[in-house]
């Protein structure tokens, strides 16, 4: 079946901007990941959906950044008042529920490549 | 902060010849995996090794795992030039949520 898939694959905006985020898991898959990499550096965890809440949120560096899952398949990553160190490449990942065979494995979008001027 | 680091950060070599990278890290862990990145978008999931295990292969990947050491190693026998990506090790830690913690990783490039 489809992967993961991201939109919009590239953003540009100015500072002080709101952007959303879109990312669609692979079917079936109830846990869904968000991270952010910077140039140079590997992806650094953001937050981790079970379905349609939060399970864990520790990565999010500020109150200006929110995530949504709604109905536990779409989330959107928001970035209220961007700013330049936002820019980043934000990479969405879903995988089955934690504790069967694959636990673990998560697979990854393309990624959303945002540039905040 | 990243609790995984690659070394080196940085490896050439050529068609052929044999690729290791290594990977540290600080926490116990429930399992360490490898992935591939192309071009600095998408990671490809490469290979999962869970904590009880010391050693796993998937085709011309070898991974091994030494949890006393706290280090992991991924070596790619006969190497392409396909085989040019960025590698990153990431580990879920014990008890942890199930979030990757990543390294910085390892760059390769393959020369034809």
């Known amino acids: 079946g489809a992967g993961v898939s991201q939109t919009p694959s590239n953003k540009v905006t100015e500072k002080g901007k709101y952007v959303e985020l879109r990312c669609d898991p692979i079917s079936g898959h109830t846990a869904l990941y968000w991270y952010r990499q910077s140039l140079g550096q590997g992806p650094e965890f953001l937050i981790y959906?079970?379905?349609?809440?939060?399970?864990?949120d520790s990565g999010l560096p500020n109150d200006r950044f929110f995530a949504v899952r709604p109905e536990g398949s779409v989330s959107t990553l928001k970035i209220q008042r961007t700013e330049r160190g936002d820019s980043a490449v934000y990479l969405c990942?879903?995988?089955?529920?934690?504790?069967?065979?694959?636990?673990?494995?998560?697979?990854f979008g393309p990624g959303t490549r945002l540039t905040v001027l | 902060s990243q609790q995984g680091e690659e070394d080196p950060q940085a490896l050439s070599i050529q068609e052929g010849e044999n690729a290791t990278m290594n990977c540290s890290y600080k926490t116990s862990i429930n399992n360490l995996q490898w992935y591939r990145q192309n071009s600095g978008r998408g990671l490809v999931h490469l290979i999962l090794i869970r904590s009880n295990e010391r050693e796993k292969h998937s085709g011309r990947l070898r991974v091994t795992l030494d949890t006393s050491k706290k280090s992991s190693s991924l070596l790619i026998t006969a190497s392409r030039a396909a085989d040019t990506a960025s590698y990153f090790c990431?580990?879920?830690?014990?008890?942890?949520?199930?979030?990757?913690?990543f390294g910085k990783g390892t760059k390769l490039t393959v020369n034809p």
């Open positions: 990431a580990i879920i830690t014990q008890g942890g949520s199930e979030k990757l913690v």
């Open positions: 990942a879903s995988s089955l529920i934690p504790g069967l065979l694959e636990v673990g494995t998560q697979y």
């Open positions: 959906f079970q379905g349609t809440g939060a399970a864990d």
